[in-house]
C-alpha cells in the first residue's frame, strides 16, 4: 500500500499548507474576489513557510522539495482561492528558472528576496501574436556590448505590473525556438511599461497585464543559459507549472465537492434531503470517482517529473489536461446541485467555476497537451 501513498513528510506538508489556507485564505478569498484585492501580505506570510520557493536549491534559500510535494501544497491552497494558489505557483516556477539555470551571479541578486517574496516574480513567455505557437514569439534582443537591448511585448501576465521581477522569452537569432533566450528583466528598468489590468471572468485575486519594453537595456549578466537556450528552459518550467496549475483544479474541485455533499444534506425538496435522490448519489459518485482519477495521474507525474523520467513531458500534459478538464467538470456539476443558490455570489461555487475555468487555456491549451502526447506517442 505504501507504493500509492504518501509518505509522513508529505503529509506533514500537506496538513501545514492546509491549516495555512484555512486560517489565512478561506475566510476571506470572496472578498478578495468581488472587490478584486491582490493579497500581497497573505502572499508573503506563505513565502515564510517555504512556499516562495518550493524547489529552488537549499543553497540558494529554498527548501527543496519535489514536484510531489509542490502540488500537495497548491491543491491544499486552492481549496480557498484557486487564483492565489495559481499566482504562487507562477513565482515558484520563475524562481526555480533562475535558481536551476542563472549562474551565481545572477542567482546572489535575485534569489535571496525571491525566496522571502521580498520581490515577485512573472513568467512571460505569450506574447498578443504567439499563444500556443510560442517558438513564434517576436520580442526581439539584440546584442549592444554589455547588454542587451529589448524590444517587444507579452501578453496575459500574471503579475503584471506589481511584480518586481519578469523571467521572459525573447528573440536573440533565427526564427523558431533555436533562436530564443532567457532573460530576468527588472520592473524599474527604463522602458518597462504595463498596459491597463485586464477585465476577466475569473482570477480576480491577482492582476493580469501586458507588459511592454521599449528599448530596454538588460545586461547580458542576466540571461538564463545560453543564447538559443530559451525555448527549452521555457519548456521545462512549464512542465512544473503544468502539474501545480492541474493541482488547482484538483483543490478547487475537491472544495466544491465538499460543499456539494453539506448542501444537498441539507437542502430538502418533495419533503426530503436532495441528498436521497439516487441521481444525486450517483452524481456525487462520479464527481469523486473522477476526482481521484485524475489525482492519482497528477501525483504519477509529478513523480516523473521529480525523477526526470524520459517521459516526465507527456506525463505532465497529460496530468494537465485530465486534472483542468474535470476540475471544471466537477465545478460545473456542483453548481447544477446547487440550483439557483450556486449561481449566486452567496455561494462559493460560481468564483471556483470562474476561477478553474481558465486552468484549461494557460500552461498551454488542453489541444496542445493532446499535441504534445500524440506526438510523443507517435514518435520514432
Given at each position: 500500500?505504501?507504493q500509492?501513498?504518501?509518505?509522513?513528510?508529505?503529509?506533514?506538508?500537506?496538513?501545514?499548507?492546509?491549516?495555512?489556507?484555512?486560517?489565512?485564505?478561506?475566510?476571506?478569498?470572496?472578498?478578495?474576489?468581488?472587490?478584486?484585492?491582490?493579497p500581497?501580505?497573505?502572499?508573503?506570510?506563505?513565502?515564510?513557510l517555504?512556499?516562495?520557493?518550493?524547489?529552488?536549491?537549499?543553497?540558494?534559500?529554498?527548501?527543496?522539495?519535489?514536484?510531489?510535494?509542490?502540488?500537495?501544497?497548491?491543491?491544499?491552497?486552492?481549496?480557498?482561492?484557486?487564483?492565489?494558489?495559481?499566482?504562487?505557483?507562477?513565482?515558484?516556477?520563475?524562481?526555480?528558472?533562475?535558481?536551476?539555470?542563472?549562474?551565481?551571479?545572477?542567482?546572489?541578486?535575485?534569489?535571496?528576496?525571491?525566496?522571502?517574496?521580498?520581490?515577485?516574480?512573472?513568467?512571460?513567455?505569450t506574447?498578443?501574436?504567439?499563444?500556443?505557437?510560442?517558438?513564434?514569439?517576436?520580442?526581439?534582443?539584440v546584442?549592444?556590448?554589455?547588454?542587451?537591448?529589448?524590444?517587444?511585448?507579452?501578453?496575459?501576465?500574471?503579475?503584471?505590473?506589481?511584480?518586481?521581477?519578469?523571467?521572459t522569452?525573447?528573440?536573440?537569432?533565427?526564427?523558431?525556438?533555436?533562436?530564443?533566450?532567457?532573460?530576468?528583466?527588472?520592473?524599474?528598468?527604463?522602458?518597462?511599461?504595463?498596459?491597463a489590468?485586464?477585465?476577466?471572468?475569473g482570477?480576480h485575486?491577482?492582476?493580469?497585464?501586458?507588459?511592454?519594453?521599449?528599448?530596454v537595456?538588460?545586461?547580458?549578466?542576466?540571461?538564463l543559459?545560453a543564447?538559443?537556450?530559451?525555448?527549452?528552459?521555457?519548456?521545462?518550467?512549464?512542465?512544473?507549472?503544468?502539474?501545480?496549475?492541474?493541482?488547482?483544479?484538483?483543490?478547487?474541485?475537491?472544495?466544491?465537492?465538499?460543499?456539494?455533499?453539506?448542501?444537498?444534506k441539507?437542502?430538502?425538496?418533495?419533503?426530503?434531503?436532495?441528498?436521497?435522490?439516487?441521481?444525486?448519489?450517483?452524481?456525487?459518485?462520479?464527481?469523486?470517482?473522477?476526482?481521484?482519477?485524475a489525482?492519482?495521474?497528477?501525483?504519477?507525474?509529478?513523480?516523473?517529473?521529480?525523477?526526470?523520467?524520459?517521459?516526465?513531458?507527456?506525463?505532465?500534459?497529460?496530468?494537465?489536461?485530465?486534472?483542468?478538464?474535470?476540475?471544471?467538470?466537477?465545478?460545473?456539476?456542483?453548481?447544477?446541485?446547487?440550483?439557483?443558490?450556486?449561481?449566486?455570489?452567496?455561494?462559493?461555487?460560481e468564483?471556483?467555476?470562474?476561477?478553474?475555468?481558465?486552468?484549461?487555456?494557460l500552461?498551454?491549451?488542453?489541444?496542445?497537451?493532446?499535441?504534445?502526447?500524440?506526438?510523443?506517442?507517435?514518435?520514432?
Amino acid at each position: 500500500m505504501t507504493q500509492f501513498d504518501l509518505t509522513d513528510e508529505q503529509r506533514e506538508i500537506q496538513e501545514l499548507a492546509r491549516r495555512f489556507t484555512a486560517d489565512r485564505i478561506t475566510p476571506f478569498a470572496a472578498e478578495w474576489d468581488e472587490k478584486h484585492i491582490f493579497p500581497r501580505d497573505t502572499i508573503r506570510e506563505a513565502a515564510e513557510l517555504g512556499f516562495a520557493a518550493i524547489y529552488v536549491s537549499e543553497e540558494s534559500g529554498g527548501i527543496a522539495l519535489g514536484r510531489l510535494e509542490a502540488a500537495l501544497i497548491m491543491e491544499a491552497m486552492a481549496y480557498g482561492c484557486p487564483s492565489t494558489s495559481a499566482f504562487i505557483s507562477i513565482h515558484n516556477m520563475a524562481s526555480w528558472m533562475i535558481d536551476r539555470f542563472g549562474d551565481a551571479d545572477v542567482k546572489g541578486r535575485y534569489l535571496p528576496d525571491l525566496v522571502t517574496m521580498e520581490r515577485m516574480a512573472s513568467y512571460c513567455l505569450t506574447e498578443p501574436g504567439s499563444g500556443s505557437d510560442a517558438a513564434a514569439l517576436k520580442t526581439r534582443a539584440v546584442r549592444d556590448g554589455d547588454h542587451y537591448v529589448v524590444s517587444g511585448s507579452k501578453q496575459f501576465i500574471s503579475g503584471g505590473g506589481e511584480n518586481e521581477v519578469y523571467v521572459t522569452m525573447v528573440r536573440t537569432g533565427e526564427e523558431g525556438p533555436k533562436g530564443i533566450s532567457c532573460l530576468v528583466i527588472d520592473k524599474d528598468m527604463p522602458g518597462v511599461s504595463f498596459g491597463a489590468n485586464e477585465r476577466k471572468l475569473g482570477w480576480h485575486a491577482q492582476p493580469t497585464r501586458q507588459v511592454m519594453f521599449d528599448h530596454v537595456r538588460v545586461p547580458v549578466a542576466n540571461r538564463l543559459g545560453a543564447e538559443g537556450e530559451g525555448f527549452r528552459i521555457a519548456m521545462m518550467g512549464l512542465d512544473g507549472g503544468r502539474l501545480n496549475i492541474g493541482a488547482c483544479s484538483l483543490g478547487g474541485a475537491q472544495r466544491c465537492l465538499d460543499e456539494s455533499v453539506s448542501y444537498v444534506k441539507d437542502r430538502r425538496q418533495f419533503g426530503k434531503a436532495i441528498a436521497e435522490f439516487q441521481n444525486t448519489q450517483f452524481t456525487l459518485a462520479d464527481m469523486a470517482t473522477e476526482l481521484e482519477a485524475a489525482r492519482a495521474l497528477l501525483y504519477l507525474a509529478a513523480a516523473k517529473v521529480t525523477a526526470g523520467a524520459p517521459d516526465k513531458t507527456r506525463f505532465a500534459a497529460m496530468a494537465k489536461r485530465l486534472a483542468t478538464d474535470t476540475g471544471s467538470s466537477v465545478v460545473d456539476r456542483a453548481l447544477q446541485l446547487h440550483g439557483g443558490y450556486g449561481y449566486l455570489m452567496d455561494y462559493p461555487i460560481e468564483r471556483f467555476w470562474r476561477d478553474l475555468r481558465v486552468h484549461s487555456i494557460l500552461e498551454g491549451t488542453n489541444q496542445v497537451m493532446r499535441m504534445i502526447v500524440g506526438r510523443d506517442l507517435l514518435k520514432d
